[in-house]
């Protein structure tokens, strides 16, 4: 009965921030002709129910491309289609083709918000509540804890409920997969994992550690006896969800082809906006998007990328463990979005989930993190009109973590779980004292909070300089790049050197 208690009230207060943020403006509020991402989900309700699916994603007179044309994987075309059967049956001015583009009112406002709503109360904050009641050697006050911290992460809530998007979906779908596999329910974790693909192609993020944590799975138990069952089981899952999600899309190859160049935009470079990554960070002293053609930025980016990802992938492959995933999701969704391909700055938020994930074994990484993940989207929230929500819900957070979370502000070797990384260096380092580390990592925070705070209150009350009229956006995006090359650092240091000799190797 506590523990019900403690939930619902951890529940009831997520759910109160994200309706109170809703009631802020949304992405291009105001602005035609083109509007935001308000319009554009708006949009693709008005293409799905207009228009055949063979021209969802074909530019034709009915269906200009350059105007929000769809460019998310079939599952978001289709859950889209469902909210205009909906829309229509209210009001079908809201998705009537043509005269609905630009559409703005108080009604329509409220059930475009009360659709990411109920997603957000259906798929995603379920699995959070399941996920942290399947904690184990923690209390149900810290389980309920957990729960509250994760559901006031303010990055998630400030794009899906003020900016305007359906990321509760995508990022509900593969924590669904992460809870299917932690119980050893690996078909229904194939399953989730697919959907989340289907529904947003970022997800391609989180895809390649669970791939090598159930490959692991299946070579422990053997390739010759269950191992290969195993695997070839969720195989035929893995086929036969993606070809059911893309059967309308299958009938002709320029179909398949057509959805999947819109997918994968290649024609738009290595990056389009002010992106807290690599290549937008390294731009600011080399134009490497002038210097490189664009097959050599994508074979430069997958090459990196890949480097990247090796250590943690290899290492879950051969020693598969529950922790070594959690771990290994959050340093391949970093590395993802530092070396990848055409990022996106909301694409923070697939890094952002498994950090969530980690939130009570790291407790002080974690929610360093999520402040900066945060910060690295100040431009497109101010941009928003999203400014005093972004402060609210930052300070909330920090406070649900200060008081909630266990010795979140301890920065000790046991803390940051990096005692055997540590012991390593000693012998080649021996006069390296205990307290370095601590103090270093405290010093190093309290700069990134202080760059943050000068930040926002710089770009919020002075005028950038006519020559550089980006000048915040960019240190904003080049400062949380710092911090995300600083984190990911840590995290493959936390991956590589946990369970040297087998130690915890059935962990929750």
């Given at each position: 009965?506590?523990?019900?208690?403690?939930m619902?009230?951890?529940?009831?207060?997520?759910?109160?921030?994200?309706?109170?943020?809703?009631?802020h403006?949304?992405?291009?509020?105001?602005?035609?002709?083109?509007?935001?991402?308000?319009e554009?989900q708006?949009?693709?309700?008005?293409?799905?129910l207009?228009?055949?699916?063979?021209?969802?994603?074909?530019?034709?007179?009915?269906?200009d491309?350059?105007?929000?044309?769809?460019?998310?994987?079939?599952?978001?075309?289709?859950?889209s289609?469902?909210?205009?059967?909906?829309?229509?049956?209210?009001e079908p001015?809201?998705?009537?083709l043509?005269?609905?583009?630009?559409?703005?009112?108080?009604?329509?406002k409220?059930?475009?918000?009360?659709?990411?709503?109920?997603?957000?109360?259906?798929i995603?904050?379920?699995?959070?509540?399941?996920?942290?009641?399947?904690?184990k050697?923690?209390?149900?006050?810290?389980k309920?804890?957990?729960?509250?911290?994760?559901?006031?992460?303010?990055?998630?809530i400030?794009?899906?409920?003020?900016?305007?998007?359906?990321n509760?979906?995508?990022?509900?779908?593969?924590?669904?997969g992460?809870?299917?596999?932690?119980?050893?329910?690996?078909?229904?974790?194939?399953?989730?994992?697919?959907?989340?693909?289907?529904?947003?192609?970022?997800?391609?993020?989180?895809s390649?550690?669970?791939?090598?944590?159930?490959?692991?799975?299946?070579?422990?138990?053997?390739?010759k006896?269950?191992?290969?069952?195993?695997l070839?089981?969720?195989?035929?899952?893995?086929?036969?969800?993606?070809a059911?999600?893309?059967?309308?899309?299958?009938?002709?190859?320029?179909?398949?082809?057509?959805?999947?160049?819109?997918?994968?935009?290649?024609?738009?470079g290595?990056?389009?906006?002010?992106?807290?990554?690599?290549w937008?960070?390294?731009?600011?002293?080399?134009?490497?998007k002038?210097?490189?053609l664009?097959?050599?930025?994508?074979?430069i980016?997958?090459?990196?990328?890949?480097?990247?990802?090796?250590?943690a992938?290899?290492?879950?492959?051969?020693?598969?463990?529950?922790?070594?995933?959690?771990f290994?999701?959050?340093?391949?969704?970093?590395?993802?979005?530092l070396?990848?391909?055409?990022?996106?700055?909301?694409?923070?938020l697939?890094?952002?989930?498994?950090?969530?994930?980690v939130?009570?074994?790291?407790?002080?990484?974690?929610?360093?993190?999520?402040?900066?993940?945060?910060?690295?989207?100040?431009?497109?929230?101010l941009?928003?009109?999203?400014?005093?929500?972004?402060?609210?819900?930052?300070?909330?957070?920090?406070?649900?973590?200060?008081?909630?979370?266990p010795?979140?502000?301890?920065a000790?070797e046991?803390?940051?779980q990096l005692?055997?990384?540590?012991?390593?260096?000693?012998?080649?380092?021996?006069?390296l004292?205990?307290?370095?580390?601590?103090h270093?990592?405290?010093?190093?925070?309290?700069?990134?909070?202080?760059?943050?705070?000068?930040?926002t209150?710089?770009s919020?009350?002075?005028?950038?300089?006519?020559?550089?009229?980006?000048?915040f956006a960019?240190?904003?995006c080049?400062?949380?790049?710092?911090?995300?090359?600083?984190?990911?650092?840590?995290?493959?240091?936390?991956?590589?050197?946990?369970?040297?000799?087998?130690?915890?190797?059935?962990?929750?």
């Amino acid at each position: 009965m506590e523990k019900c208690y403690w939930m619902a009230v951890a529940i009831l207060m997520g759910l109160t921030v994200r309706w109170t943020v809703s009631l802020h403006s949304y992405s291009g509020a105001g602005k035609p002709p083109l509007f935001g991402d308000y319009e554009a989900q708006r949009h693709w309700q008005e293409v799905t129910l207009n228009l055949p699916v063979r021209q969802w994603y074909f530019n034709s007179s009915d269906n200009d491309l350059q105007y929000w044309g769809l460019d998310y994987p079939p599952l978001t075309a289709y859950h889209s289609l469902l909210c205009a059967y909906v829309a229509e049956r209210i009001e079908p001015a809201w998705v009537a083709l043509y005269t609905s583009r630009g559409h703005e009112s108080a009604a329509h406002k409220l059930f475009m918000r009360a659709t990411v709503f109920i997603a957000d109360l259906m798929i995603y904050i379920p699995a959070v509540v399941l996920y942290c009641c399947c904690l184990k050697e923690i209390s149900t006050k810290k389980k309920a804890a957990s729960a509250l911290c994760i559901l006031l992460y303010p990055g998630l809530i400030l794009i899906d409920h003020g900016h305007f998007q359906y990321n509760c979906v995508s990022l509900g779908l593969a924590l669904w997969g992460v809870l299917g596999v932690s119980r050893d329910w690996d078909l229904l974790g194939s399953l989730a994992f697919c959907l989340a693909l289907n529904y947003k192609q970022m997800e391609l993020y989180h895809s390649l550690p669970f791939f090598c944590f159930l490959l692991g799975k299946c070579f422990q138990k053997g390739l010759k006896g269950k191992g290969l069952g195993s695997l070839l089981r969720l195989a035929c899952t893995v086929v036969a969800s993606c070809a059911l999600c893309w059967l309308p899309f299958l009938t002709e190859w320029e179909q398949t082809l057509q959805v999947l160049r819109r997918l994968f935009p290649v024609d738009r470079g290595l990056f389009e906006d002010k992106v807290a990554n690599v290549w937008c960070s390294l731009s600011v002293f080399v134009k490497v998007k002038d210097l490189l053609l664009r097959d050599t930025q994508i074979l430069i980016s997958f090459l990196i990328t890949l480097l990247s990802v090796l250590p943690a992938c290899v290492k879950l492959t051969l020693r598969p463990s529950l922790r070594g995933f959690r771990f290994a999701l959050v340093s391949c969704a970093l590395s993802f979005f530092l070396f990848s391909f055409q990022v996106h700055e909301k694409s923070i938020l697939l890094v952002a989930l498994p950090v969530c994930l980690v939130l009570h074994e790291v407790p002080f990484m974690s929610a360093w993190f999520l402040l900066v993940s945060t910060f690295s989207m100040l431009p497109l929230l101010l941009r928003d009109g999203l400014l005093l929500p972004s402060v609210a819900t930052t300070m909330a957070f920090c406070m649900a973590c200060a008081a909630l979370l266990p010795a979140w502000a301890e920065a000790s070797e046991e803390a940051l779980q990096l005692g055997a990384f540590l012991a390593a260096v000693r012998k080649h380092l021996p006069y390296l004292k205990p307290a370095l580390l601590p103090h270093g990592i405290r010093c190093l925070f309290l700069a990134s909070v202080t760059t943050m705070v000068l930040l926002t209150l710089m770009s919020v009350t002075l005028e950038p300089p006519r020559k550089y009229p980006d000048l915040f956006a960019v240190l904003v995006c080049f400062v949380s790049c710092l911090n995300f090359l600083l984190f990911l650092a840590y995290f493959n240091i936390v991956i590589m050197w946990d369970s040297k000799n087998g130690r915890r190797k059935k962990t929750n």
